[in-house]
């Protein structure tokens, strides 16, 4: 059986080591209690499954959506609310923010487990399969392939080349980029080059080339 990478979001510790423990044998869990750290796990690990409180100190639930389906990994991620607030008010806020389900602290472990896993692979099944000449991304696994050979690209790699090749011109402006892949204020130069030379070597049999052109980086057929 497939376990999805899940992350879990609530202010309650006590919550955060519950669900772990039921979830842990189902899927791969990593929880935090700061809404801001989950956003910095984004950056580090790809998880299909998201699971949010609505109500934290720091920052509710909806705001926390929001920032996810903004973020090059989060977006393409099923999110659930986990919440013991059962209102209408709330589950049509968090529906309308495009969740994939709203479950209840009250319900039983396993009913939420299926409704989760439900979820995260009726997403995968619609996800799009992007292909540029002899170059393949499969959103469903996060895989690269070229000539239909596996290339193993790191979370940093993949991210500069799901930017350039979503963009409908196959160009971004560098610092965009940069703020796209990093999510944080500031990068050095050299390490973004680093990442852009490897990722260059990884894609070198590519039919197209990963060009620097004054203040953007473009996709250029060979």
Request: net charge negative; charged share 25%; glycine share 4%.
């Amino acid at each position: 059986m497939t376990k999805y990478n899940l992350l879990y979001i609530d202010d309650d510790a006590e919550n955060l080591e519950l669900y772990k423990s039921a979830f842990s044998d189902l899927f791969n869990i990593d929880t935090t209690l700061d809404p801001n750290e989950a956003l910095n796990l984004l950056n580090k690990k790809i998880y299909e499954g998201i699971l949010v409180d609505i109500h934290m100190p720091t920052m509710d639930g909806f705001e926390l959506i929001s920032k996810v389906k903004q973020h090059v990994t989060g977006k393409d991620a099923s999110l659930f609310i986990l919440s013991s607030d059962s209102s209408l008010d709330s589950k049509l806020q968090g529906l309308k923010a495009g969740i994939s389900d709203y479950l209840y602290k009250l319900m039983h472990i396993d009913e939420m487990a299926l409704r989760i896993k439900n979820g995260i692979e009726t997403i995968k099944e619609v996800t799009p399969i992007k292909t540029i000449d002899n170059l393949k991304v499969n959103f469903n696994t996060f895989q690269v392939s070229l000539n239909d050979e596996h290339v193993p690209l790191t979370l940093t790699e993949y991210k500069i080349l799901m930017c350039l090749a979503n963009s409908e011109k196959l160009s971004c402006e560098i610092e965009s980029l940069k703020s796209f892949v990093y999510h944080i204020q500031y990068v050095s130069d050299n390490s973004f080059r680093v990442h852009l030379a490897n990722l260059r070597r990884k894609l070198a049999d590519w039919s197209h080339e990963i060009l620097t052109k004054g203040k953007s980086i473009k996709l250029i057929k060979r």
